[in-house]
């Protein structure tokens, strides 16, 4: 569930380098299992869409309630992007369960 689509952010990176990213802040999955997600990338110019590239994330694990281990602290990249205004949820210290 979440927003499936998102608009390209001009950022910096954690080596302060220019970069284009774009961000999904609340995607979430509801069954357990391990998943992979695909990214296509499309350009639109004028009424036309043209694809340019599909690429696939590494797996994950998406736990049950009663097996969750925790959230883990916010990584440098994602605390980085909310520091330049970027609106996401920072995690400051583990949950651990």
Excluded: W
Aim: proline fraction near 2%; include cysteine.
């Amino acid at each position: 569930t979440g927003s499936l689509v998102s608009s390209l952010y001009h950022l910096k990176d954690v080596n302060n380098s220019d970069g284009g990213f774009f961000v999904f802040p609340d995607l979430s999955v509801r069954m357990e299992g391990r998943y992979r997600l695909k990214f296509t990338l499309f350009e639109i110019v004028g009424m036309e869409v043209f694809f340019c590239r599909s690429i696939c994330s590494d797996v994950f694990t998406v736990y049950s309630a009663k097996r969750f281990p925790g959230m883990e602290e916010s990584t440098f990249l994602s605390r980085s992007f909310a520091d330049q205004g970027l609106k996401i949820r920072i995690r400051k210290e583990v949950r651990i369960r």
